[in-house]
């Protein structure tokens, strides 16, 4: 059983920055897929950024360029740095751990959430 810990969220202004971390209970990062979702209010969780286990991070359009998720593995935490942040960042934000083996989803996990408000 794998458990993530995500922390971080908050209430920030318009342009404003945030970083997250999600701690997870054991050295999963070359087994496991890590990356970040989050879920609006009314809409349906989507990707925002995925690290593979060799570490390099995919970002969601919406995201790009603003973003930047991160590992340390020693500490088995990962990061998202949030910059230049929009009212329409703001949702829960989920850290996800996946283990595929040829082609099936063998493990699946999430953190439990925190919340990201972009307000002013």
């Known amino acids: 059983q794998v458990q993530l810990v995500e922390s971080g969220g908050g209430l920030v202004q318009p342009g404003g920055s945030l970083r997250l971390s999600c701690v997870a209970s054991?050295?999963?990062?070359?087994?496991?897929?890590m990356s970040w979702y989050r879920q609006a209010p009314g809409k349906q969780r989507e990707l925002v950024a995925v690290?593979?286990?060799?570490?390099?991070?995919n970002y969601a359009d919406p995201v790009k360029g603003r973003f930047t998720m991160s590992r340390d593995i020693a500490k088995t935490t990962l990061y998202l740095q949030m910059n230049s942040l929009k009212p329409e960042d703001t949702a829960v934000y989920y850290c996800?751990?996946?283990?595929?083996?040829?082609?099936?989803?063998?493990?699946?996990?999430w953190g439990q959430g925190t919340q990201v408000t972009v307000s002013s």
């Open positions: 054991g050295s999963i990062f070359g087994l496991y897929t």
């Open positions: 690290i593979t286990s060799g570490g390099s991070a």
């Open positions: 996800n751990a996946r283990r595929v083996v040829n082609g099936i989803v063998k493990n699946n996990y």
